[in-house]
């Protein structure tokens, strides 16, 4: 079965500095891998996911994450943090190898962006 | 930009009671899901829906809970007889074939 890990609950920034959030996933198929991003009292919204195209992918707002097959690692980077990117942030995998199967979520990091 | 809307955002019941949970999927999408997360804890998948019948349904969804697409708009997801265990906030999700889009979510207080 598929499942994610994302190292850190809680990760603080300082305004300006780089963004580093890690997800390891575990699948038996080729991934899809999505990460989400949840601002208070709002749904969850897609930053970026990777579908087997190019393994650096580019998202909204300035992130992007890489795939590494070796590491079975999707991390998320920013280069520069900015106030408005405080939120919770999930990985996912999708199901069966397949973009329309059940998602499987990490259990989310809380970025924290310090002026 | 169109989006997936719930309803109500958050609804508070007594134990054993029943709820019906509704969301609008984005109107060309043609498979839902439901999803929940309890307070703490990850994103479950619940319930996936195509062609007005459940494609997959996890351990979680047991008899309790049933989904419906009543007419060409609305998705609903009910539960029959609410436990305590079932507060958590409920997400809708729709998809035309390659990303799942969310809804903000229901969140549901089982008192």
């Known amino acids: 079965a598929q499942s994610v890990t994302q190292l850190g609950s809680h990760v603080s920034v300082s305004e300006g500095a780089l963004v580093l959030l890690r997800c390891n996933y575990s699948s038996s198929v080729p991934p899809y891998l999505f990460w989400y991003v949840q601002y208070p009292n709002q749904g969850l919204q897609l930053l970026l996911k990777?579908?087997?195209?190019?393994?650096l992918v580019k998202g909204i707002n300035g992130f992007e994450a890489e795939f590494k097959k070796s590491e079975t690692s999707f991390h998320l980077t920013k280069p520069s943090a900015h106030m408005r990117d405080a939120a919770e942030y999930f990985c996912a995998v999708s199901d069966r190898g397949s973009t329309l199967g059940r998602l499987y979520f990490g259990r989310g990091t809380q970025l924290t962006v310090w002026p | 930009e169109p989006e997936v809307t719930q309803t109500p955002s958050h609804q508070v019941t007594q134990m054993g009671q029943e709820v019906i949970l509704r969301c609008v999927p984005i109107s060309n999408h043609l498979y839902f899901y439901w999803y929940r997360q309890i307070l703490g804890q990850k994103v479950e998948f619940l319930v996936s829906?195509?062609?007005?019948?459940?494609?997959?349904k996890s351990e979680i969804f047991d008899d309790q809970f049933s989904v419906e697409r009543p007419d060409g708009s609305n998705f609903t997801l009910k539960i029959r007889s609410t436990k305590l265990e079932d507060s958590a906030m409920y997400f809708c999700?729709?998809?035309?074939?390659?990303?799942?889009?969310f809804g903000p979510g229901t969140r549901l207080t089982v008192l």
């Open positions: 829906f195509y062609n007005n019948e459940i494609s997959e």
């Open positions: 999700a729709s998809t035309p074939g390659d990303t799942q889009y």
């Open positions: 990777y579908t087997s195209a190019a393994t």
